[in-house]
């Protein structure tokens, strides 16, 4: 396992922006998949997007030319730029990540990661 903490959460108008970050510890950073979620009260997590060791990534349909996952190896970080935020992105995020995929290409939307953050509210106001 890893340790992972998220910043970056906030409030925000429809139609602007939030980046989050997530800070990773504990292990070769970069050479497995990570990725963010995302949970609304009442609902299920969802997988949010992934990325693996060569910077391939893959993206929910509800959130694809909004939202960016990236990573910065040299500072063992991975991001969420998220724009044109609606209201129903309102959720707790989280950011997660599995050495034991170490290796993988193209990680899955619905892996089950065994590493999480303690998450980051983002509130998104009509």
């Known amino acids: 396992q890893v340790q992972l903490v998220e910043s970056g959460g906030g409030s925000v108008q429809a139609g602007g922006s939030l980046r989050l970050s997530c800070l990773v510890f504990?292990?070769?950073?970069?050479?497995?998949?990570m990725g963010w979620f995302r949970q609304a009260p009442g609902k299920e997590r969802e997988g949010v997007a992934v990325?693996?060791?060569?910077?391939?990534?893959n993206h929910a349909d509800s959130v694809k030319g909004r939202f960016t996952i990236s990573k910065d190896n040299a500072k063992n970080t991975l991001y969420l730029q998220m724009n044109s935020l609606k209201p129903e992105d309102t959720a707790m995020y989280y950011c997660?990540?599995?050495?034991?995929?170490?290796?993988?290409?193209?990680?899955?939307?619905?892996?089950?990661?065994?590493?999480w953050g303690q998450g980051t509210q983002v509130t998104v106001s009509s």
């Open positions: 997660a990540a599995d050495p034991r995929t170490t290796g993988w290409f193209l990680c899955p939307l619905n892996y089950e990661f065994n590493s």
């Open positions: 504990g292990h070769t950073y970069g050479s497995y998949c």
């Open positions: 990325i693996d060791k060569d910077g391939n990534t």
